[in-house]
């Protein structure tokens, strides 16, 4: 659902910026979508941010851009994982605040609340208070 409604969103706002390379920015969330699905996290962070920078306001970029930093923070380092983890938060977060609705954003927010130490800005009180929303 947050796919369809960002490609929509991205397609309407083509013909206004043009193209960032050859492709469109609808056509790069599904590229994204694709690196993310085979575990290309990388890849997929990459074109997310991309969108990201000239759309804002992408709920779905956000979310997955943050789904895939959590990807590469449960298998990376320890050093490592606490950037991924950081930039993680911040992602699940925008995207939560440009649609608090979303159910499947709400869950992976809280999940993150849960499980992150405190200094990731983990918190067992945020976690709660979303649920209670």
């Given amino acids: 659902m947050l796919l369809i409604s960002c490609i929509a969103s991205l397609k309407a706002c083509d013909h206004v910026i043009g193209s960032t390379s050859s492709e469109k920015l609808s056509e790069k969330l599904i590229v994204a979508e694709r690196y ?6 990388n890849e997929s962070i990459s074109l997310y941010e991309e969108i990201v920078l000239i759309k804002p306001d992408c709920v779905e970029a956000l979310y997955m851009l943050g789904k895939s930093y959590g990807r590469l923070a449960q ?5 490592k994982a606490i950037n991924y ?3 993680t938060r911040k992602a699940f977060e925008k995207a ?4 608090p609705a979303s159910e499947e954003i709400k869950r992976d927010l809280i999940e993150f609340y849960r499980e992150a130490p405190r200094f990731l800005g983990g918190s067992d009180k945020k976690a709660q ?3 209670a929303k």
């Fill in 129 to 131: 208070i979303l649920m």
């Fill in 36 to 41: 993310y699905e085979t575990k290309n996290y």
């Fill in 85 to 87: 983890a950081k930039k």
């Fill in 96 to 99: 939560h605040s440009l649609n």
């Fill in 75 to 79: 298998n990376s380092s320890w050093l």
